[in-house]
């Protein structure tokens, strides 16, 4: 297996801002690799370094074996990018700057850009100014996945899309990945990584906070226990890895960490246990934990 | 009244944004207005050597186009207005069309329109605002000129009657402005109507001014320049030529807020029209795109620019034809051909300043492209920077050496076919326009190096061309030192047609563009985008 994306130890300030403190991220070739993080977390930063547009301070990054900063032109034949917030040329239109951009890169598809504009439903006769920002990203996105490359930098590219919208994306990076390209996916809407993503890194502060699968960072955080049981419990509130003990009668409720959970259950069954709930952690509460402790 | 809820907060919105340059708009023409008028007091202190001065201006109708109308000049004041009243017009008007634009369409634009829109803000707020802060502006000028002038012990009704014409050009530009931000849906378009506006209103009061006794003197009425000086400060001044700026302010008003009515926020007066579903086209194929529109709208103006100023020469020579006396006492300066062509050299001098507006306009695209986020999936293309660089920057020089070549074409054609003598006249004066392209190139330069090197300060490049007006304009008369001078790159151009052809100085206003622009892209090629 290779790997498309490589950073360690990025570094980059602008001015007294720390936005990138020693940032890792690793893409291997041919998956789907989610990009989580607060707002100003340092995506976007990331990513335009990836893309040659920012010099780093510090670290080393490569991307598809290739320095970013130095080997910028060809490097970008082989990827295309779709920004968060696109802005088009007032005076093209939609089709012009989705040939012009993929002119730019490696050469764009005919076949694959019909075929996109018609499942995205867009006309490519509109003014750049005259579209709304949900068709501003249509044109970025149809530009890209129409285009022959390697790699794919999305940076939230479903922002202002509606949901038939974001089922149409879906199953287009669905496709990317069948064929083998790489997508780097920055987003917020968690739904879209757990379906998209093999992997996913989050960051905050500029630093890389957590990164694996979805079922390894499962593993690291807690599952939510309701049980009722023979008699009172005790001693369970006090055991490693357990949270937000509350009992009334012979019903109780916590928290566990998803690794203690054995020992717990073990502990449970000593009071004989008449009903049990329990809860695997949600995608979301995944991202609170890790976003919350950033504010 | 709630169609104008919010303009009071609006009004301190625009005067936080414009908290820098407004004052410092301000304080630089009014500041040269004084320093002007103490120039003259300490060159000419008499009422005799200033008597000479007149003798030598009233009788040369290439002077009287290019500046103004002779009227009393036998006072300190008189001459200041002669001197800078029709630059300083021209200035202020820039600052009312851009300051009004800024505030009105671009932020439509923008999309911050918007957002200010969604609060408890009325239809009329925003333009009522920016018009409030801008015609303060007018009267400000109005009031600082007056009092500066006054505080030199000049006359005070001519004084705050020069404060009160440029002041009155404010407005006048402003309420034009609102108008054309109405009607087109894009700032760069509104812009350059308003800076249409500006040169029509130069030409229109050059022309008018220079015509003989029975020509069409009434042209400078129809030019707001015009009408501040024929407000005659100092010379007998008639304040009721106020009226025309104020009713006429008012009528344009009435249009621009008629038309705010009823369009679309975002939206222009013409129906947005379909482009092609698709096109294919490189980093150039866009530079052309985006700069095509600009570049032809350049070389309309041009043409009627220098078409028209080669006609008014046409029109100075029966003047002097028609005059023996004159010709005669014109004779010791180096006779008739010699005046024609250093009103023709002058013209030149002009031209090559409002292209090098081009030059610098065309070059900064690279900026404003970058700071709309529109350079970014260009970059994130295979696209080397250095040449993205130089698809905007091609324009910058070809096409200023263009449109001077343009220029120098009009104007050859216009004396030679009123002369009937095209053969001479068009190699001549297209060679005398083209000796103004190494001198607009270092602006396309400086221009340049700003963009790699502080792209936050792009705006620098303006305020250069600024100074080296004010340099060519005024220079002589403050007795800079020749150093200072030679700051500008205009002063090393031979002055052509007429005078004498050297080549050195040119090579190293092309040396100067040639480092400005590799030190620009060098800076480029290593610093963030964005």
Redesign the interface.
Known sequence: MTTAISVSGLRKAFGRTQALDGLDLTVTTGEVHGFLGPNGAGKSTTI?VL?????ADGGRAELLGGDPWRD???L??R?A?V?G????????????V????G????GLDPKRRKDLLERFDLD????G??YSKGNRQKV?LVAALASDVELLILDEPTSGLDPLMEEVFRECIARERQDGRTVLLSSHVLAEVEALCDRVSIIRNGKTVESGTLAELRHLTRTSITAELGSPLSGVDTMAGVHDYSAQGNKVQFEVDTAELDAVLRKLTEFGVRSLISQPPTLEQLFLRHYEVSA | MNTLVGTGSLVRLVLRRERIQLPVWILVVSGIVAATASSFASLYPTVQSRQELAASIVNNPSILALSGPAQGLDTIGGMTEWKYGAVACVLVGLMAVFMTVRHTRADEETGRHELLGAGVVGRYAKLTATLIVVFGAGLAYALLIGFALTAQGLPAAGSFAMGLGIGGCVWFFSAVTAVAAQVSSSSRAANGIGGAVIGAAYLLRAAGDSAAEDGPRWLSWLSPIGWSQQMRPFAGERFWVLALFVVISVVLLGVGYALVGRRDIGAGLLPERAGRPSGVFGTFGLAWRLQRGILIGWTVGIVVLAGALGGISQSLKSILDSSPQVAQALQHLGGQQSLVDSFMAAILDVIGLAVSVYAIQAALRLRAEETAFRAEPVLAGSVARLRWAASHLAFALIGSAFLLAVAGTATGLAVGLTNGDVGTQLPRLLGAAMVQVPAVWVLAGIATALFGLLPRLTSLAWAALVVFLLLGQLGSLFQLSQWALDISPFTHLPKLPGGEFTVVPLIWLLVVTAALTLAGLAGFRRRDVG
Not at chain 1, 51 to 55: A, D
Not at chain 1, 85 to 96: A, F, I, K
Not at chain 1, 103 to 106: A, D, N, Q, S, W
Not at chain 1, 124 to 127: F, R
């Open positions: 335009r893309l040659g547009l920012l010099r910028a032109t060809e970008h034949r990827l990018y920004p917030d696109v802005t088009l040329w007032p005076t093209l239109s939609g089709g012009e989705i040939d012009l951009l002119r730019l890169r490696g490519p006769t509109k003014k100014r005259t970025a």
